[in-house]
């Protein structure tokens, strides 16, 4: 229950296209759900962050939808660049929201093809 | 830009040795988190750590692991006696109250 199921596990896209990452979880308490954006020897990265009150959250070329009652979620990067191939990483935060631990996804290697 | 410093970044060690990780997190940051993840795989949560104790912690993090917040700016992540599995990108991670945590470069731990 505590497990978040990320897909697909890599994705290829052209420059320009759209590139879209799901993501499930079970566990209903979790109430805070944020991205991470890894590149090759680096720390996560917060990308963007949703709460389940709201079923989408859009900051410049990144929006995330919410479909709490599918308890799914996803990252949408429109006009995808080559800078923005790197691990995506989708998570989950139970109970206290504000302080609790993140539980990760499986994570999404994505390359944007010049 | 604020942000949360590890050192060392990469750290090789004997099996059976005991390593300690070290952490600066963000300044005001109340809330402090070890992460790990190995290669190739996703990352995983270890502990947590509010007013100086340890609010929660994974099935990994048994006896072996310890963490302390020693002197109100760093904080540590000790393994006593390291094993091969323990091979792994260790993340400190800090948050406020934002819910926003953020996470440092890591520390490649390679156990021989």
């Known amino acids: 229950q505590q497990q978040v199921k990320q897909s697909p596990q890599s994705l290829i896209v052209q420059k320009g296209g759209i590139s879209i990452i799901n993501c499930a979880y079970e566990?209903?308490?979790?109430?805070?759900f944020p991205w991470y954006q890894q590149f090759p020897g680096k720390g996560p990265a917060l990308l963007i962050a949703?709460?389940?009150?709201?079923s989408e959250k859009k900051e410049g070329r990144f929006t995330i939808s919410f479909n709490k009652s599918a308890k799914q979620f996803s990252l949408h990067i429109m006009d995808s660049q080559p800078g923005d191939s790197a691990t995506y990483f989708c998570?989950?935060?139970?109970?206290?929201?504000?302080?609790?631990?993140?539980?990760f996804g499986q994570g999404t290697t994505l390359q944007v093809k010049p | 830009e604020p942000e949360v410093t590890q050192t060392p970044s990469h750290q090789v060690t004997q099996m059976g040795q005991e390593v300690i990780l070290r952490c600066v997190p963000i300044?005001?940051?109340?809330?402090f988190y070890w992460y790990r993840q190995i290669l190739g795989q996703k990352v995983e949560f270890l502990v947590s750590?509010?007013?100086?104790?340890?609010?929660?912690k994974s099935e990994i993090f048994d006896d072996q692991f310890s963490v302390e917040r020693p002197d109100g700016s760093n904080f540590t992540l000790k393994i006593r006696s390291t094993k091969l599995e323990d091979s792994a990108m260790y993340f400190c991670?800090?948050?406020?109250?934002?819910?926003?945590?953020?996470f440092g470069p890591g520390t490649r731990l390679t156990v021989l």
């Open positions: 991670a800090s948050t406020a109250t934002s819910g926003k945590q953020y």
């Open positions: 949703i709460r389940p009150d709201v």
């Open positions: 998570a989950a935060s139970d109970g206290s929201g504000n302080t609790g631990k993140l539980i």
């Open positions: 300044s005001n940051h109340l809330y």
């Open positions: 566990n209903t308490a979790f109430d805070y």
């Open positions: 750590f509010y007013n100086n104790e340890i609010s929660e």
